[in-house]
C-alpha cells in the first residue's frame, strides 16, 4: 500500500522556501556552521554558528543558541544569542535578556532587555552611513 511506503529524499514541495509574505528568508538551522561572508537581500535567522561576515539588507534574528564570530551588518536586528565582533544595524536592534555581544555596536534606536551582555563600544542614535567609516583617518585604540 502506499501509505506505508517511504518518503520521497529529494522531495520539497512539502517546504515552502519562503515565507507565505513572498519576502526571501534564509535560514542557518542548529547544527549548521557557516564559514565565510554571507550576504543576503532577505531576512536571515541564525540558529546556528557563523564565522566571518553577515551582511544583509533586511532583518536578522539571531537565536538563544547561535554563536557568531563575525562582524555583521544589518537594517534591523534582534539578538538573542552571541555575538562576538563589531555589529552594524542601520535602524533598530533588540537584544533579547539571553543576548551576549562582544564588540563594538552602532545603531540607530535600541531596546535592550535585562539580562542581555555587552562589552565594547557602543553608538546609539548614529545614522550608520557614518559609523561605517571612522570619522578622523587616525588610529583609535
Known amino acids: 500500500m502506499a501509505m506505508f511506503s517511504p518518503p520521497k529524499r529529494n522531495d520539497m514541495s512539502e517546504q515552502p522556501s519562503h515565507p507565505s509574505s513572498g519576502a526571501n528568508v534564509t535560514v542557518i538551522a542548529r547544527g549548521v556552521r557557516v564559514q565565510g561572508d554571507f550576504t543576503s537581500q532577505g531576512d536571515v535567522v541564525i540558529d546556528g554558528v557563523v564565522e566571518g561576515h553577515v551582511t544583509t539588507t533586511a532583518q536578522l534574528k539571531v537565536g538563544p543558541e547561535a554563536k557568531l564570530k563575525a562582524d555583521v551588518t ?22 533579547k535578556s539571553t543576548a551576549t555581544v562582544l564588540g563594538d555596536v552602532t545603531c540607530e534606536t535600541a531596546a535592550i532587555e535585562a539580562g542581555a551582555s555587552m562589552q565594547g563600544k557602543v553608538s546609539i542614535g548614529v545614522k550608520t552611513g557614518s559609523a561605517q567609516k571612522p570619522a578622523s583617518g587616525g588610529k583609535t585604540e
Open 74 to 95: 544589518a537594517n534591523d536586528a534582534t539578538i538573542a544569542g552571541t555575538i562576538e565582533g563589531t555589529l552594524i544595524v542601520k535602524r533598530r536592534l533588540e537584544l
